[in-house]
């Protein structure tokens, strides 16, 4: 009778185990999961205006045809464009380009040392006279502005992948009429009072 229950035991055991066995693969398969959504795309990034939005100096005033408004330190009445600072540090332009070609905007590039002052100004004359671009007093670039009208632009470094820093077209200008923004430094262009190397004014 011992052995008996024993036997029983034992085998009542056995089927304990035997259906646990069954189970636990069931057990250990993961639950149906509810369909996920795929990945999204992350939107891309607001595009911004690279021409002036963001950038520190401007193009604030420009002369395509000068005959008697300004002379360079040399003498002669060129064509010139004025920069303008819009911080209040003086910032370096080393490196810096100015172009009146878009397919070729390192046209001209800022000698060592060039920088303009916090909240100021700085007259570039586009006169493309080899001489003066070698001469010790004021910045001379390798181009000049066409009365027809054209573009001009101030570029990024090389470093900084010459991005377009600021740019303007302009349609056919008078003789010894500027074209600046006004308000200074950042309305649009239009004809103001000729003011190189100061705050522009309202004709
Ligand atoms: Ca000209
Ligand atoms: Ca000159
Ligand atoms: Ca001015």
Not at 152 to 166: E, H, K, P, S, Y
Request: glycine share 6%; with cysteine; charged share 25%.
């Amino acid at each position: 009778m011992t052995k008996f229950r024993i036997l029983l035991i034992v085998f009542l055991l056995g089927c304990v185990v035997f259906v646990s066995c069954e189970r636990v693969p069931q057990m250990l398969e993961p639950p149906p999961m509810d369909p996920i959504d795929p990945p999204k795309m992350m939107d891309p990034p607001e595009m911004t205006d690279p021409v002036i939005d963001g950038s520190p100096v401007v193009i604030n005033e420009l002369m395509a045809d000068n005959d008697n408004t300004i002379a360079d330190p040399q003498g002669d009445y060129d064509d010139w464009l004025e920069l303008h600072n819009l911080t209040d540090m003086a910032l370096p332009l080393t490196g810096l380009y100015l172009s009146d070609k878009e397919d070729n905007p390192t046209k001209w590039q800022f000698p060592e040392g060039t920088e303009i002052p916090a909240n100021g100004y700085l007259i570039v004359w586009l006169d493309e006279d080899h001489d003066d671009e070698n001469a010790t007093e004021g910045l001379h670039a390798n181009f000049k502005l066409s009365k027809g009208g054209e573009t001009a632009m101030l570029v990024d470094t090389d470093a900084r992948g010459n991005q377009v820093l600021d740019s303007i077209t302009f349609e056919e200008q008078e003789t010894d009429v500027a074209f600046g923004r006004w308000p200074n430094g950042a309305g649009d262009f239009q004809v103001v009072l000729p003011t190189p190397g100061e705050a522009n004014k309202a004709e």
